[in-house]
């Protein structure tokens, strides 16, 4: 080894280096600092298994050692010390004697400086690769934590979901009105700012539908018009539907989301499906998530809708039913089988219990004849019937009208009899009186024979003249034409057809001294004249008066028929010229008179009219145009 | 004047003849259309009294099928009590000259009214 001169420092100025050399001394070394042998300004350095031979005295230097100058900078220092391996430097100051000691502890220090640092070094190396490892550790352990926690979340927030969809189907159960389905829409979407408030199509017929929508909490329906159909996917943004919804609400609309509502009763035909609509601000990117967020509330809302759907078509039927049923004009029940009333309508009377115990076809209570029908319902066909569907028909009136039926035929039955027998009765009458008449000539006409003679004449004249008027009542079935006639003649020919009827009363007749001339059906205006009459007289039950007057008011006949019965009270007074209204008996009278009087009177271009107080008897009054003297 | 007077009603024929003879005319009676036929050519009469409604052959139809020569210048008064179905029209048209709606008010009114039809001519 070569020498190295170095010039070292003196502890007096004490360089950067120094405190290092202070550690340096406690290092392991091979070489030792023998100041024994220090020149004055040099570090010698010797292996450390030279050191006794130095001790000694029988060392040389031949070994190259490190001559430490004073001046280095720590930098020089350690650059020496790597290239002299295991070499030592020391102050050799003024050739202290401890020097050596210090060298020696330097010596020391050094190596074990060395030692520690690279067991530092190789610890640093472990600790760092144990650090690494840590940390992978803890990252695999912080990895999985987060894993854990997110795991753990994710499922706690399924189960609140879970939770919270079985809150809303349960809230969806105990609605009773689609009007409630709004509301709890609503609720269960707020957090969805960009959605406005819902609205509910409902389709009820081939063209129409009905629109839900809330104001404030309340929800509105309106019935809306016009084609709708629904597709089975969710549309968003379709013009049509915001067009639509403008039209229904009046109001501009913006951009529409419409979901179907598949309901299990329009699964077939999704395009009846009801429709939840939304007005939004939606942008696309939050169009995903709150469609799959409200797809799962979707399937809830539509079968709660399509039970509330069918409830209310069930009502609603149930109600038309009702409807229906109170409605029928005849009575109609459901009894049970002991004839019990399960349901009856308006028109069921406690009269008509006895009604499933009667095996005919008609049931009759009071005046009122019911034709009865019974109808069975059982469960099955096998089993005896739970209960009956009666109905009843009032057949009183088709009864009344039958008889009326009958009551013509027979009058005109009669009529056509009464004038053949008119007719056979003339030809022989027509004889009788014409050879009276001559027999007459041929007596004398004081004696008593001409006096019998001329009553047989008057009587047989008598004769003639009610097979006349008879004749001319009976021409009811043939045309008879309108002509000018007397009023008070036509009267006159009438009233002996009703002796039997006012025989029983006194009687007042008086018929203007004028003639009145009308034009009338004559036979026709007899019947009038004979209904009223014939009225008057059954108006009256025991004794009374019956008037019958004539008279001219301006350019009116008026013909007055006037009775002392019982009157007629206001309430009647406006139906007795109904057809069919009859106070009579069954069987007596026909409720046509009146009525047919009336519709004569005024086909005559006339009147007829009724005054009556009850208690005070009645007038009919006739009036006529009169027609120029002819 | 000789009068045929053609009815089924016995009393109208008694009473017309009586009253027709009483007025100095020779008057025949036939009881229906057909006797009526005979009686009207083998006593050709200056004026028939016919009724309408008659079993076996009616006045009208009786008019029908009169020979023309028979009938000549025969007066004809049509009779009826059934007034609705003939009236003076029909009955010229049927070749009679005169209506009489039955029942007569008076017998020999009719006489008159026959004599003043024969007289006119």
């Given at each position: 080894?070569e020498?190295?001169?170095?010039?070292?420092?003196?502890?007096?100025?004490?360089?950067?280096?120094?405190?290092?050399?202070?550690?340096?001394?406690?290092?392991?070394?091979?070489?030792?600092?023998?100041?024994?042998?220090?020149?004055?300004?040099?570090?010698?350095?010797?292996?450390?298994?030279?050191?006794?031979?130095?001790?000694?005295?029988?060392?040389?230097?031949?070994?190259?050692?490190?001559?430490?100058?004073?001046?280095?900078?720590?930098?020089?220092?350690?650059?020496?010390?790597?290239t002299?391996?295991?070499?030592?430097?020391?102050?050799?100051?003024?050739?202290?004697?401890?020097?050596?000691?210090?060298?020696?502890?330097?010596?020391?220090?050094?190596?074990?400086?060395?030692?520690?640092?690279?067991?530092?070094?190789?610890?640093?190396?472990?600790?760092?690769?144990?650090?690494?490892?840590?940390?992978?550790?803890?990252?695999?352990?912080?990895?999985?934590?987060?894993?854990?926690?997110?795991?753990?979340?994710?499922?706690?927030?399924?189960?609140?979901?879970?939770?919270?969809?079985?809150?809303?189907?349960?809230?969806?159960?105990?609605?009773?009105?689609?009007?409630?389905?709004?509301?709890?829409?609503?609720r269960?979407?707020?957090?969805?700012?960009?959605?406005?408030?819902?609205?509910?199509?409902?389709?009820?017929?081939?063209?129409?539908?009905d629109?839900?929508?809330?104001?404030?909490?309340?929800?509105?329906?309106?019935?809306?018009?016009?084609?709708?159909?629904?597709?089975?996917?969710?549309?968003?943004?379709?013009?049509?539907?915001?067009?639509?919804?403008?039209?229904?609400?009046?109001?501009?609309?913006?951009?529409?989301?419409?979901?179907?509502?598949?309901?299990?009763?329009?699964?077939?035909?999704?395009?009846?499906s009801?429709?939840?609509?939304?007005?939004?601000?939606?942008?696309?990117?939050?169009?995903?998530?709150?469609?799959?967020?409200?797809?799962?509330?979707?399937?809830?809302?539509?079968?709660?809708?399509?039970?509330?759907?069918?409830?209310?078509?069930?009502?609603?039927?149930?109600?038309?039913?009702?409807?229906?049923?109170?409605?029928?004009?005849?009575?109609?029940?459901?009894?049970?089988?002991?004839?019990?009333?399960?349901?009856?309508?308006?028109?069921?009377?406690?009269?008509?219990?006895?009604?499933?115990?009667?095996?005919?076809?008609?049931?009759?209570?009071?005046?009122?004849?019911?034709?009865?029908?019974?109808?069975?319902?059982?469960?099955?066909?096998?089993?005896?019937?739970?209960?009956?569907?009666?109905?009843?028909?009032?057949?009183?009136?088709?009864?009344?009208?039958?008889?009326?039926?009958?009551?013509?035929?027979?009058?005109?039955?009669?009529?056509?009899?009464?004038?053949?027998?008119?007719?056979?009765?003339?030809?022989p009458?027509?004889?009788?009186?014409?050879?009276?008449?001559?027999?007459?000539?041929?007596?004398?006409?004081?004696?008593?024979?001409?006096?019998?003679?001329?009553?047989?004449?008057?009587?047989?004249?008598?004769?003639?003249?009610?097979?006349?008027?008879?004749?001319?009542?009976?021409?009811?079935?043939?045309?008879?034409?309108?002509?000018?006639?007397?009023?008070?003649?036509?009267?006159?020919?009438?009233?002996?057809?009703?002796?039997?009827?006012?025989?029983?009363?006194?009687?007042?007749?008086?018929?203007?001294?004028?003639?009145?001339?009308?034009?009338?059906?004559?036979?026709?205006?007899?019947?009038?004249?004979?209904?009223?009459?014939?009225?008057?007289?059954?108006?009256?039950?025991?004794?009374?008066?019956?008037?019958?007057?004539?008279?001219?008011?301006?350019?009116?006949?008026?013909?007055?028929?006037?009775?002392?019965?019982?009157?007629?009270?206001?309430?009647?007074?406006?139906?007795?010229?109904?057809?069919?209204f009859?106070?009579?008996k069954e069987?007596?009278?026909?409720?046509?008179?009146?009525?047919?009087?009336r519709?004569?009177?005024?086909?005559?271009?006339?009147?007829?009219?009724?005054?009556?107080?009850?208690?005070?008897?009645?007038?009919?009054?006739?009036?006529?145009?009169?027609?120029?003297?002819? | 004047?000789?009068?045929l007077?053609?009815?089924?009603?016995?009393?109208?024929r008694?009473?017309?003849?009586?009253?027709?003879?009483?007025?100095?005319?020779t008057?025949?009676?036939?009881?229906?259309?057909?006797?009526?036929?005979?009686?009207?050519?083998?006593?050709?009469?200056?004026?028939?009294?016919?009724?309408?409604?008659?079993?076996?052959l009616?006045?009208?139809?009786?008019?029908?099928?009169?020979?023309a020569?028979?009938?000549?210048?025969?007066?004809?008064?049509?009779?009826?009590?059934?007034?609705?179905?003939?009236?003076?029209?029909?009955?010229?048209?049927?070749?009679?000259?005169?209506?009489?709606?039955?029942?007569?008010?008076?017998?020999?009114?009719?006489?008159?009214?026959?004599?003043?039809?024969?007289?006119?001519?």
């Amino acid at each position: 080894m070569e020498r190295k001169t170095i010039e070292l420092f003196t502890h007096q100025g004490a360089p950067a280096w120094w405190t290092e050399l202070q550690e340096l001394n406690s290092l392991d070394s091979e070489w030792v600092v023998s100041p024994d042998f220090l020149p004055r300004a040099s570090v010698i350095m010797i292996p450390r298994e030279e050191l006794p031979r130095v001790r000694r005295g029988e060392l040389s230097f031949s070994k190259a050692y490190i001559i430490v100058d004073h001046g280095w900078t720590g930098q020089n220092l350690k650059r020496a010390l790597q290239t002299v391996k295991g070499a030592l430097f020391m102050d050799v100051g003024d050739g202290v004697p401890e020097l050596s000691k210090v060298v020696q502890v330097a010596l020391t220090r050094q190596l074990e400086k060395d030692r520690n640092s690279r067991l530092m070094q190789t610890t640093r190396l472990q600790n760092r690769q144990i650090e690494e490892l840590n940390r992978g550790l803890e990252q695999v352990v912080l990895d999985r934590t987060v894993n854990e926690t997110d795991s753990r979340k994710a499922s706690q927030k399924n189960v609140a979901k879970v939770r919270e969809i079985i809150g809303f189907i349960k809230e969806l159960t105990q609605l009773f009105d689609i009007a409630d389905l709004l509301p709890a829409i609503r609720r269960q979407l707020k957090e969805y700012h960009s959605l406005d408030t819902p609205l509910l199509f409902v389709p009820r017929g081939e063209a129409f539908g009905d629109l839900y929508y809330l104001r404030g909490s309340q929800t509105i329906r309106t019935r809306v018009r016009g084609e709708w159909v629904a597709s089975p996917r969710i549309r968003v943004n379709e013009p049509s539907d915001s067009l639509f919804l403008a039209n229904a609400m009046g109001r501009p609309f913006g951009k529409v989301i419409r979901f179907p509502l598949v309901t299990v009763r329009h699964q077939k035909d999704v395009s009846r499906s009801p429709l939840l609509m939304f007005e939004h601000r939606l942008t696309a990117k939050d169009l995903d998530p709150l469609v799959s967020a409200l797809s799962e509330k979707l399937q809830p809302v539509s079968w709660a809708l399509d039970r509330l759907v069918l409830e209310q078509e069930l009502k609603s039927a149930s109600r038309d039913w009702e409807m229906t049923f109170d409605e029928l004009s005849e009575p109609i029940a459901i009894l049970d089988h002991d004839g019990r009333v399960l349901r009856a309508n308006s028109h069921w009377r406690d009269e008509f219990k006895g009604v499933l115990q009667t095996s005919g076809d008609t049931f009759r209570v009071g005046q009122r004849l019911y034709a009865v029908e019974r109808y069975p319902i059982r469960m099955s066909l096998e089993d005896p019937p739970l209960s009956w569907v009666v109905y009843l028909r009032d057949e009183t009136r088709s009864q009344r009208l039958k008889s009326q039926v009958v009551q013509v035929e027979k009058m005109s039955a009669i009529g056509h009899l009464a004038g053949h027998i008119a007719h056979k009765l003339n030809n022989p009458l027509t004889g009788i009186r014409s050879l009276t008449q001559v027999l007459l000539t041929e007596t004398p006409p004081d004696g008593q024979v001409h006096q019998d003679l001329s009553e047989v004449e008057r009587a047989s004249a008598r004769c003639q003249g009610i097979i006349n008027n008879l004749l001319d009542f009976s021409k009811g079935g043939l045309e008879q034409k309108v002509q000018v006639m007397d009023l008070n003649e036509i009267a006159r020919k009438t009233l002996p057809f009703l002796k039997s009827a006012t025989g029983r009363f006194r009687s007042d007749i008086q018929f203007s001294q004028e003639e009145l001339p009308v034009k009338v059906e004559p036979h026709l205006m007899q019947q009038v004249i004979f209904n009223l009459v014939n009225n008057a007289c059954q108006a009256m039950s025991e004794k009374g008066e019956i008037a019958v007057h004539t008279r001219r008011n301006k350019s009116w006949a008026l013909l007055e028929v006037r009775d002392t019965g019982p009157g007629i009270n206001a309430e009647l007074l406006e139906k007795i010229f109904e057809p069919f209204f009859t106070t009579k008996k069954e069987g007596e009278g026909t409720g046509l008179g009146l009525s047919l009087s009336r519709d004569f009177v005024r086909q005559f271009g006339g009147d007829l009219e009724c005054e009556s107080n009850q208690g005070e008897g009645a007038v009919f009054r006739v009036r006529l145009p009169l027609e120029a003297d002819a | 004047m000789k009068v045929l007077v053609v009815d089924d009603e016995p009393l109208v024929r008694l009473s017309l003849r009586r009253a027709l003879a009483k007025c100095g005319h020779t008057v025949e009676e036939a009881e229906d259309g057909q006797s009526g036929i005979e009686k009207w050519k083998s006593f050709s009469p200056d004026l028939v009294f016919l009724d309408v409604l008659m079993p076996r052959l009616s006045g009208p139809d009786l008019l029908r099928v009169l020979p023309a020569a028979t009938k000549g210048a025969t007066k004809v008064v049509l009779m009826s009590a059934f007034t609705g179905e003939y009236d003076l029209e029909k009955a010229k048209a049927l070749g009679a000259h005169l209506f009489i709606p039955k029942p007569f008010e008076d017998v020999f009114a009719i006489v008159r009214v026959g004599e003043e039809l024969f007289r006119v001519g």
